[in-house]
């Protein structure tokens, strides 16, 4: 196992790009034949089933892709989308409880609990601490009385116990994505659990969860240095749009966050309209779409919600962030760009693919192998979304002795190199062929497949697109990358971030905490 | 944003298990989901690879799947990092990329970027603890260019210097970076503790060992290696027989594959006591409990995946009930008895918390453990690891591919073609008897280390509150990087 490699990039910006990176290309022979295979429904209720036949093994894998991620948190409730998406696994009215009905009673007051003591402790007189702490045992009690009812972890127990395999959910700024595989013959049941958890979410057990997601951003966010990094980058870039924002949360935010808050989020965007179902593997179509559609049927309908107002203006000042702390240096710029929607979508892709892809690619050469300055560099061409104006991101990890001015430079001179001068015959034929070749691979897997064809249906409407940007990937030219490298990558557009390398200035107390 | 890998299960509580008994009574068997049909399953007879056992002892697998244009194979070599010189520790990671970048006499590794990027395909090579790897993939029509210069690279490599250098560079990175990560950190020192920091599964490259190697010492480590029993498997849009003859060409004149030589390892385990890292830019402690594992070939195997499963198995097992669901002290938790294939892996139970619950957390986790051995097994458990891990056992070789991967390890580590048939029967039979006698004999509370990576300043109350005896202090500090900074600080 190679050890201690430097990771490519940041986690949570890996988390964010996969998704796009799995977009690419195909040849109309393979549209075809999923022509073919491929069967779509849109239910009364404005929800869309996509089924796939790949009868390979007696398994499925689905996809559920919910049009709303952690962008559509109101505001002061950050991290609201990624909080659902926990509650979500907590069961419904039918299943993780011992009598439902007593338990909604329990829950409401709970909800009754935790309004008063947040309303005293935000007391703008100030508040009695006698009286947080009478408020505090009130709602201790209350959730006392409501997990009597529950049966803790039944709903994932039901999936784990029918053989449920990758049973998990990612929560983007973009979207939310819940998944597992299963053997064939589960098909009806998996139905009549993510349904029912789709139209019949109850806040069970929501705020020790919010411990959980606490915990989960002090892992991913406060604990770690590239999250670190990545969240305040995101901050500085963004001076109005979400994706400015914590995808998991301000702490103050995320600590406050109640059952209610997440239920209304539901009820907003977990409606039929803002939701695409996508299953592959060994499943008729003639015989599953009768089933789902039964049970789907039961998500509540409704228009889809309004687009937000918020546009991000345009970028007049360069900005740079400077985090000085122990961990060793890395450098990464990033410059505005349009959304996947942009025809130039695939022109950054050609960017990205030609600047970073493997060891051919121009910064590693340049970088890497020739001047030997940094142990890794490459680019990405879009974070930390793809469904509004998002960030082209260079990224350098450098060698012990180099530092991140150098990371700077180097970068630009290749970027400068970009504008005047044609990218070489080979390498466009060589990201045309790697982005097919890319997409041809990604098509032998049912979870991959499943993810892909979801995202594309809700994105573009059509599952086809997955195929079809192949031809936009086709007519790309090197003069558009000349012109879109001149118009994106200037320094009026650009926010760059790096970690000075400065350990604390006192010895490290050493000794497992306080006596 | 994950909701988490679950590895560990909770201690059911009286007042849990009460609530349970009803799911599983009589009372309770029509519930809206067990009223719904699950039919027959799908036949399914999995696609075995064509095994070829050559004179020499080199064993072939060949695995068409003609539903995509593609071709890859691999060729899989005997010894890995746990057998370079300790003095040269890191070796065999520089050997796995300066191979493939120095590239073979007739192609440099550049030359070689430029053809294979340009078809989309690629090579690649890489070290592991037990074993180093040549691979290769590419589009059906180009499967025998690429092929070809595969074995050319197998059989002629030219370690180049400057590419030496160049891994150097990068495992020097790697290794003045080793801190950031406290994952890293964690699980780096936790080898340490259940092996030995000196031993072939704990020891870390240095900047001073790795600085050691040479162009040569790849080369020869190349010559020692590549007589051994090589594994070659190919997969893809293929013809078998014409894949075989080609096989056949390149590796029947070979000599006779020397044997692995055998292995005299002694695995002590940890010395049990608090161990703790201190990482003042974190408000989280990773908590890992660890001690010895145990070998796949131990016939208790079954049990104690059973017995893992219940522990920390899923969102229903004891330590995850517990830890994160009933308490909220964790989104990250799990463990279990991990068996290695040719040696003892390690016991874990893995806990990540907020600083100030460091204490609560792992009492809490010790909780769980202590159960495990005093609070019998139940049916109800055991059914229910039975369905988690027999209803999903199909997922094991649900691709062509796994079905190859799976052949091949079978092979590299001596074990038979039908162990995964025969393992899912030992499976099925566990009993309740089994899993608590499987818990008495291999957990063992008093013999693990508890090793704690936080932010001592925050952690309150301190880790003396375990009371289990004085805390030991790990330094992490890097042999050889200046302790003010790290590499590239610009101030």
């Known amino acids: ?515 | 944003m994950k909701i988490g890998s679950i590895v560990c299960a909770p201690f059911v509580s009286l007042l849990l298990a009460a609530l349970m008994l009803p799911a599983a009574s009589p009372a309770q068997q029509n519930q809206p989901w067990e009223k719904i049909p699950i039919p027959p399953l799908h036949p399914f007879h999995p696609q075995q690879p064509k095994r070829i056992e050559l004179k020499n002892g080199i064993v072939l697998f060949l695995q068409e799947d003609h539903e995509l244009p593609f071709v890859s194979g691999s060729v899989l070599i005997p010894g890995g990092s746990r057998d370079e010189d300790p003095a040269k520790c890191g070796l065999v990671d520089l050997y796995g990329q300066a191979w493939r970048t120095s590239g073979s006499e007739k192609m440099n590794g550049d030359a070689m970027d430029d053809l294979l990027e340009s078809k989309a395909a690629h090579i690649e090579t890489a070290g592991d603890d037990d074993s180093t790897a040549l691979s290769w993939e590419s589009l059906k029509g180009d499967t025998d260019q690429v092929y070809d210069i595969a074995m050319d690279l197998l059989f002629h490599p030219k370690f180049n210097e400057q590419k030496l250098r160049l891994a150097q560079q990068q495992e020097a990175t790697g290794i003045v970076r080793r801190n950031d990560d406290v994952n890293e950190i964690a699980g780096r020192e936790s080898d340490k503790l259940v092996y030995g920091a000196e031993s072939p599964y704990g020891r870390q490259p240095e900047l001073a060992t790795i600085a050691k190697v040479t162009v040569a010492d790849l080369q020869a480590w190349h010559d020692r290696t590549i007589g051994g029993k090589l594994i070659i498997s190919v997969s893809g849009d293929f013809d078998s027989a014409a894949m075989e003859t080609k096989l056949r060409a390149n590796f029947e004149g070979l000599p006779q594959a020397k044997p692995n030589p055998a292995r005299h390892e002694v695995f002590p385990g940890p010395t049990p006591g608090v161990y703790f890292v201190n990482k003042e830019d974190v408000n989280q402690s990773t908590v890992e409990i660890v001690g010895l594992g145990t070998v796949r070939h131990n016939p208790d195997v079954p049990s104690i995946a059973m017995m893992n499963d219940v522990f920390a198995g899923g969102f229903a097992s004891r330590l995850f009930q517990r830890v994160r669901t009933q308490l909220g002290l964790a989104y990250e938790v799990g463990g279990g008895l991990a068996f290695g294939w040719d040696h003892p892996a390690t016991f874990g139970a893995v806990v990540v918390t907020k600083s100030g619950t460091t204490v609560d957390a792992i009492q809490q986790t010790y909780k769980v453990l202590d159960g495990l051995v005093d609070q019998p097994f139940t049916e109800e458990e055991l059914k229910r690891a039975k369905d988690n891990i027999l209803n999903s056992f199909l997922f094991r070789y649900d691709t062509k591919g796994k079905v190859l991967a799976q052949r091949v390890r079978l092979e590299f580590y001596g074990y038979p073609p039908d162990y995964l048939e025969t393992y899912k029967a030992a499976l099925e039979k566990v009993t309740v008897a089994d899993l608590n006698s499987a818990a008495k004999k291999y957990i063992h509370p008093d013999k693990y280390a508890v090793l704690v990576v936080g932010n001592g300043s925050e952690i309150k109350p301190g880790l003396d509150e375990l009371k289990m005896g004085p805390v030991h202090n790990i330094d992490i500090t890097i042999p050889g990087v200046p302790a003010a900074a790290g590499g590239g600080a610009e101030n």
């Open chain 1, 1 to 515: 196992m190679p050890r201690n490699l430097p990771g490519r990039l940041p986690i949570a910006m890996v988390a964010f790009l996969a998704l796009f990176l799995t977009c690419g290309i195909g040849f109309s022979q393979d549209l075809k034949s999923f022509e073919q295979r491929i069967t779509t429904k849109v239910l009364p209720n404005g929800l869309t089933i996509l089924i796939c036949e790949r009868p390979e093994a007696p398994v499925f894998a689905y996809t559920t892709f919910v049009d709303a991620g952690d962008v559509n948190d109101p505001s002061g409730e950050s991290g609201l989308a990624h909080m659902f998406e926990h509650l979500a696994f907590k069961g419904t009215s039918q299943i993780g409880t011992t009598d439902y009905a007593a338990e909604k009673v329990a829950l409401d007051n709970i909800e009754a609990a935790n309004d008063a003591l947040e309303a005293e402790k935000r007391n703008p007189a100030g508040s009695d601490p006698k009286k947080i702490e009478q408020l505090q045992s009130a709602f201790n009690d209350a959730q006392k009385a409501a997990q009597k009812y529950v049966i803790p972890n039944q709903f994932t127990d039901v999936a784990e116990r029918n053989g449920a395999h990758g049973l998990n959910a990612s929560t983007g700024l973009d979207q939310t994505m819940y998944f597992w595989s299963m053997p064939e013959n589960r098909l009806e049941l998996w139905a009549w659990l993510e349904s029912s958890r789709l139209s019949d979410a109850v806040p069970r057990e929501f705020y020790k969860e919010r411990s959980v997601v606490l915990e989960e951003r002090r892992m991913r966010t406060d604990s770690n240095p590239e999250g670190r990094m990545f969240e305040q980058l995101l901050a500085t870039a963004y001076v109005a749009h979400n994706y400015g924002r914590s995808g998991v949360g301000w702490p103050s935010e995320v600590s406050q966050i109640t059952a209610s808050e997440a239920m209304a989020f539901h009820r907003k965007y977990y409606i039929g309209s803002n939701i695409v179902v996508a299953v592959v593997g060994d499943v008729r179509a003639t015989e599953a779409m009768p089933i789902l559609e039964k049970y789907f049927s039961e998500v509540p309908g409704g228009p889809k919600p309004l687009e937000m107002t918020t546009v991000e203006p345009k970028q007049f000042a360069e900005k740079t962030v400077v985090i000085r702390d122990p961990s060793q240096p890395l450098y990464v710029e990033v410059y505005h760009r349009p959304n996947y929607q942009s025809p130039d979508d695939v022109v950054y892709d050609a960017i990205s693919d030609i600047m970073s892809n493997g060891r051919v690619s121009r910064l590693y050469r340049d970088m890497v192998r020739d001047q030997q300055i940094a142990a890794a560099a490459g680019g990405e061409s879009a974070a930390p979304g793809i469904k509004y104006p998002s960030l082209f991101l260079f990224y350098a990890y450098p060698l012990p002795g180099h530092t991140s001015n150098e990371m700077a430079t180097a970068i630009h001179k290749e970027i400068d190199r970009l504008k005047t001068t044609d990218v070489t015959d080979a390498e466009l034929a060589m990201y045309k062929t790697r982005t097919r070749a890319d997409l041809l691979r990604g098509l032998a897997d049912n979870q991959g497949l499943a993810n892909a064809l979801a995202t594309y249906q809700t994105r573009f409407g059509d599952w086809r697109e997955l195929f079809r940007q192949l031809d936009r990937v086709d007519k790309v030219t090197k003069a558009d990358i000349r012109r879109v490298a001149n118009a994106t990558f200037v320094a009026s557009n650009r926010t760059s971030a790096q970690i000075e390398t400065q350990m604390p200035a006192t010895p490290a107390k050493n000794d497992g905490g306080e006596k």
